[in-house]
């Protein structure tokens, strides 16, 4: 088990991302010791006429640090799970100088499943670009935070530009992410459909069987769209149960094997411990945010 205490797989045409990647060792910010400061009340945007689309715009009370980062919330792609789950996240990164987009998407049971979920998301990152002219944001590094289902979210989401015309997402995004962070991410999707993860929630979220319509799994799963120009950092719970180990480290083992930039991380902690600030691992997570957004 020890070996898996920090595991770091890089691909080869990654080498330049990941010596940029290095010179941000965790622990290395500022502002991970800093005092963090009040909440900010956040700013909504919409993005279309369903409840459920939109997203929240933290702006930090003092100085901002470069860049944007993209919350994405979990919950199996289900609707009894929302963007509160994402605000803690984002008050705590706010409260650390970061800019963050908490992002929210219709979910299988409120108008959601494909292609929606997978349209919202990419219009909902998209919508970015209009916030950041209205409040003269850097774009220039945006990073995707996504935590379970919202891990699978921002690693697909990164990989949009691979698309085929029609597809839900496909085309060049207004807002290109330059980095993920997922915690604990459903990263391969015909393995977490073959394993039956959440009851059903792949098939729940896509609607039909893979021998029904393999085209419609394949462009929903991030495994389709190895190798990414970007890095991804994948963080995984020790003591996660939810989310097999496995779901991070195929993900991670294809795409170093692809030449692309990308590292499996284990921290402390459950499935949920990664989304509770003040947690060993809610500070890991924060370490990781900082070098993606340093590099």
């Given at each position: 088990?020890?070996?898996?205490?920090?595991?770091?797989?890089?691909?080869?045409?990654?080498?330049?991302?990941?010596?940029?990647?290095?010179?941000?060792?965790?622990?290395?910010?500022?502002?991970?010791?800093?005092?963090?400061?009040?909440?900010?009340?956040?700013?909504?945007?919409?993005?279309?006429?369903?409840p459920s689309q939109?997203?929240?715009?933290?702006?930090?009370?003092?100085?901002?640090?470069?860049?944007?980062?993209?919350?994405?919330?979990?919950?199996?792609?289900?609707?009894?799970?929302?963007?509160?789950?994402?605000?803690?996240?984002?008050?705590?990164?706010?409260s650390r100088g970061?800019?963050?987009?908490?992002?929210?998407?219709?979910?299988?049971?409120?108008g959601g499943g494909?292609?929606?979920?997978?349209?919202?998301?990419?219009?909902?990152?998209?919508?970015?670009?209009?916030?950041?002219?209205?409040?003269?944001?850097?774009?220039?590094?945006?990073?995707?935070?996504?935590?379970?289902?919202?891990?699978?979210?921002?690693?697909?989401?990164?990989?949009?530009?691979?698309?085929?015309?029609?597809?839900?997402?496909?085309?060049?995004?207004?807002?290109?992410?330059?980095?993920?962070?997922?915690?604990?991410?459903?990263?391969?999707?015909?393995?977490?459909?073959?394993?039956?993860?959440?009851?059903?929630?792949?098939?729940?979220?896509?609607?039909?069987?893979?021998?029904?319509?393999?085209?419609?799994?394949?462009?929903?799963?991030?495994?389709?769209?190895?190798?990414?120009?970007?890095?991804?950092?994948?963080?995984?719970?020790?003591?996660?149960?939810?989310?097999?180990?496995?779901?991070?480290?195929?993900?991670?083992?294809?795409?170093?094997?692809?030449?692309?930039?990308?590292?499996?991380?284990?921290?402390?902690?459950?499935?949920?411990?990664?989304?509770?600030?003040?947690?060993?691992?809610?500070?890991?997570?924060?370490?990781?945010?900082?070098?993606?957004?340093?590099?």
């Open positions: 088990m020890d070996n898996l205490r920090r595991r770091t797989v890089l691909g080869a045409a990654g080498l330049a991302a990941a010596t940029a990647l290095a010179g941000c060792a965790p622990g290395s910010s500022a502002n991970l010791t800093q005092q963090p400061e009040e909440p900010v009340t956040p700013q909504r945007y919409t993005y279309g006429d369903d939109f997203a929240e715009l933290y702006l930090p009370a003092g100085e901002h640090l470069p860049g944007v980062v993209v919350v994405i919330h979990g919950g199996y792609w289900r609707s009894g799970y929302g963007l509160d789950l994402g605000r803690p996240l984002a008050e705590d990164l706010s970061y800019v963050c987009w908490n992002l929210e998407y219709r979910r299988a049971g409120n494909w292609p929606e979920t997978f349209a919202d998301v990419s219009a909902g990152i998209d919508l970015l670009a209009t916030a950041a002219d209205e409040h003269s944001l850097d774009l220039g590094t945006t990073t995707a935070l996504g935590h379970s289902a919202g891990g699978h979210l921002a690693v697909w989401a990164a990989g949009r530009s691979t698309l085929p015309a029609g597809a839900p997402g496909a085309g060049t995004p207004l807002v290109p992410l330059t980095g993920v962070v997922s915690q604990s991410g459903v990263l391969n999707l015909a393995a977490a459909h073959e394993q039956g993860l959440g009851d059903g929630a792949v098939l729940n979220l896509l609607g039909v069987d893979p021998a029904e319509d393999p085209v419609r799994y394949r462009l929903a799963d991030p495994m389709t769209a190895i190798p990414l120009p970007i890095p991804v950092l994948a963080l995984h719970g020790e003591d996660d149960s939810t989310v097999p180990l496995s779901q991070s480290d195929s993900y991670v083992t294809t795409a170093a094997a692809a030449g692309a930039t990308a590292e499996l991380i284990m921290i402390p902690g459950d499935h949920f411990a990664m989304i509770t600030p003040g947690t060993e691992a809610w500070v890991r997570v924060v370490q990781a945010v900082d070098r993606l957004m340093a590099a």
